[in-house]
Nanobody, 128 residues
Framework: VQLVESGGDLVQPGGSLRLSCVASGFSANTYYIAWVRQAPGKEFEWVSSIKSGGSATYYADSVKGRFTISRDNDKNTAYLQLNSLQTEDTATYYC???????????????????????RGQGTQVTVS
């Protein structure tokens, strides 16, 4: 499993970024893909997940309405659009392999608690 993130940057409050994640080494189009983040000195925090075909998306309350997750299975790539960024969004953002799409039922709570053991190296987002 390989997940490679890009797109992190330094941005002012209220700004926007688009993160990308290229997946390889597994059948990414049959798995949920998630974005998780870790701020300095804090635990990993689930941010968002998207179902294998992109038909369902889930968000943490802290980012709902500001972030948008999407994916292009033809390119084995997932995206996270970050709008209206706040200083509290400063963190390293990781793309992660989620559960297989045969896992039912899937809820936001399950996705938030999933042990995302397969993650990329992360991309730094700094809002200042």
């Amino acid at each position: 499993v390989q997940l490679v993130e890009s797109g992190g940057d330094l941005v002012q409050p209220g700004g926007s970024l688009r993160l990308s994640c290229v997946a390889s080494g597994f059948s990414a189009n049959t798995y949920y893909i998630a974005w998780v983040r870790q701020a300095p000195g804090k635990e990993f925090e689930w941010v968002s997940s998207i179902k294998s075909g992109g038909s369902a998306t889930y968000y943490a309350d802290s980012v709902k309405g500001r972030f948008t997750i999407s994916r292009d299975n033809d390119k084995n790539t997932a995206y996270l659009q970050l709008n209206s960024l706040q200083t509290e969004d400063t963190a390293t953002y990781y793309c992660a392999k989620g559960p297989n799409d045969i896992v039912v039922p899937v809820t936001a709570e399950l996705l938030a608690r999933y042990p995302y053991e397969d993650r990329g190296q992360g991309t730094q987002v700094t809002v200042s």
